[in-house]
């Protein structure tokens, strides 16, 4: 996603006005260096104690669903998003829980992995052989036994809007599980899992129900032509079934519970809504010390509601705990809406943590 923003930013033209001389340089001068970077891809299971110690016995089973698209519009590459399905895989198994994968058509699923956004739980997910062989060897949804599982977990990733609406397994697992009493969730593009259950009462499953998913406002600001790319855009089809939409603020964390089903916003919603989940279950989720990708945002979270100030002072709490990327991709989406002070203001608080972190 970093990527993709600091090429459109580019694209608009900013960095050739005056005030923006020299910023891919100084923005490039704010990220971690490559030592950071080497130490975390290096990340295994053992090196996580949260994963490692004091597991639950056995609970049971929860299905992880992704999606089996690997093109979109003019033969686009899509897939699932890695970070959605490794932070809350990590999530099940350290409170007890083993995790299937399936994909509608089963075997090796498409994958977006964008090393800017991903911290050290992204990384021991893909070096651990064992999960990266279950991964690359997904269960197909029409072999799957609903009743096998406590809840699912539709995973996002662009690729689910074109092949888990109209999925007739898809439709089965959700409605068998929710009408089970037991959980369904779903986090960004995941929730387009859910447009189209119908449930035995005839009513569909999201009608009037308090949901999230990712946003109007999200999937047009980076794709604006996403309504000839997609065959809706989520949170119109949420809506449209008669749901409750809840938009957060864009690009930051989102989670909304109602009974049996939870949803998530967006990728930063991941942990949360996780953990959602397990409450859900009847349990409560083991303490884990949040990541520094969960305390960026809540930093980000901070500087909305409050401004500068307030978020200065948290930062100086902790200042070694944060993902800088995280924050300058922040600053740099505030100069794409010409919102400049934003902009300005993020990007000292980026350089603010790098220097406290010296």
């Not at 930013?9 to 260096?33: I, M």
């Not at 809350?88 to 090796?108: H, I, L, R, T």
């Not at 009462?201 to 604006?224: C, D």
């Not at 794409?336 to 980026?350: Q, R, S, T, V, Y």
Request: a negative charge; charged letters at 25%.
């Amino acid at each position: 996603m970093f990527k993709k923003i600091v090429i459109t930013l580019v694209v608009l033209g900013l960095t050739g006005f005056g005030l923006f001389t020299g910023a891919k340089s100084y923005v490039k001068g704010l990220l971690p260096d490559k030592a950071h970077f080497t130490q975390i891809k290096a990340t295994t299971q053992q090196d996580l104690s949260y994963v490692t110690d004091n597991v639950p016995s056995y609970r049971g089973k929860i299905l992880a669903v992704v999606t089996s698209t690997d093109k979109m519009g003019e033969n686009k590459e899509t897939g699932y998003e890695h970070t959605e399905l490794a932070r809350a895989y990590w999530v099940f198994v350290a409170n007890g829980f083993e995790v299937d994968f399936a994909s509608p058509k089963g075997g090796k699923p498409p994958v977006v992995i964008d090393g800017e956004d991903m911290g050290a739980y992204d990384y021991a997910f893909l070096n651990d052989e064992s999960i990266q062989e279950r991964v690359n060897n997904t269960i197909a949804l029409a072999d799957i036994n609903p009743s096998d599982y406590e809840a699912v977990y539709f995973v996002g990733g662009k690729g689910t809007m074109f092949d888990f609406p109209n999925n007739p397994d898809v439709q089965r697992i959700a409605k068998t599980l929710y009408q089970s009493n037991k959980v369904v969730s779903a986090v960004c593009h995941g929730p387009a899992a859910l447009v189209n259950v119908e449930l035995d009462n005839g009513q569909m499953l999201i009608a009037n129900k308090r949901v999230s998913g990712f946003t109007n406002e999200e999937e047009l600001f980076l794709i604006p032509n996403a309504k000839e790319i997609f065959p809706f855009l989520l949170e119109d089809k949420m809506l449209e079934q008669g749901a409750q939409f809840e938009a957060g603020t864009k690009y930051m964390e989102q989670v909304v519970h109602d009974g049996k089903l939870i949803t998530g916003q967006n990728p930063w919603s991941v942990w949360k809504l996780a953990e959602k989940v397990v409450l859900e279950l009847g349990f409560e989720p083991k303490l884990r010390e949040r990541t520094p990708e969960e305390v960026s945002i809540d930093l980000l979270m901070t500087y909305n509601a409050q401004g500068y100030d307030a978020a200065l002072e948290e930062l100086k709490q902790q200042p070694n705990s944060y993902h800088r990327v995280i924050i300058v991709m922040h600053g740099i989406l505030a100069f794409m809406e010409f919102d400049l002070g934003k902009g300005i203001d993020i990007i000292n608080l980026a350089d603010e943590i790098k220097q406290l972190a010296k």
